[in-house]
């Protein structure tokens, strides 16, 4: 059974595991994967680690997603690729939206096919697209925006 609760300090370690274990297929189509960063090295880990409201999807102790909310972004959702196609995506993108409301705002890779019907399912749209750099290499991202306050749909 799958549990979603609140992250805790400890599971730091966990969450940078089923980062890194689903990061290649987010990549994929997207950027050179060399420019491919573990979280725990990511520019951003204080700011992810301190700042965001994360919560977590626990199969028993293991750590096997996770969701972490700034404001009303949503700035990472992972799930292991062991456990995906479970609807662990899509209760952790839930929890999200009941906290965030309207709007709700997240940015892909503008490859990642996968993500993006993920979040068109959920109702985003795609309101733009934009180029920057990671680890020196070029890649380019989509912005997506939910501006429904309904959770059901999903």
């Known amino acids: 059974m799958i ?3 609140p992250y805790l300090e400890q599971d730091w370690s966990l969450i940078c595991h089923a980062h890194d ?12 994967l060399r420019a491919m960063t573990p979280l725990a090295h990511n520019p951003n880990a204080d700011k992810i680690c301190y700042s965001y409201k994360k919560f977590v999807a626990c199969k ?5 997603g996770f969701v972490a909310i700034d404001r009303n972004c949503i700035a990472l959702l992972y799930v292991d690729p062991d456990y995906q196609n479970q ?3 899509k209760r952790l993108l839930h ?3 009941k906290l965030i409301g309207s709007p709700a705002y ?3 890779m503008a490859g990642n096919q996968r993500a993006i019907a993920f979040y ?7 309101i733009g697209t934009f180029k920057s750099h990671i680890s020196g290499y070029p ?8 501006l429904t306050e309904k959770i059901d749909p999903l």
Request: contains cysteine.
């Open 3 to 5: 549990i979603i609760r």
């Open 21 to 32: 274990r689903a990061q290649p297929a987010e990549f994929k189509g997207s950027c050179d």
């Open 60 to 64: 028993g102790k293991t750590v096997v």
């Open 87 to 89: 609807g662990i995506g």
């Open 95 to 97: 929890l999200a939206l």
């Open 106 to 108: 997240t940015i892909v």
């Open 120 to 126: 068109k399912k959920a109702e985003f749209q795609e």
């Open 139 to 146: 890649c380019k991202f989509m912005r997506l925006v939910r």
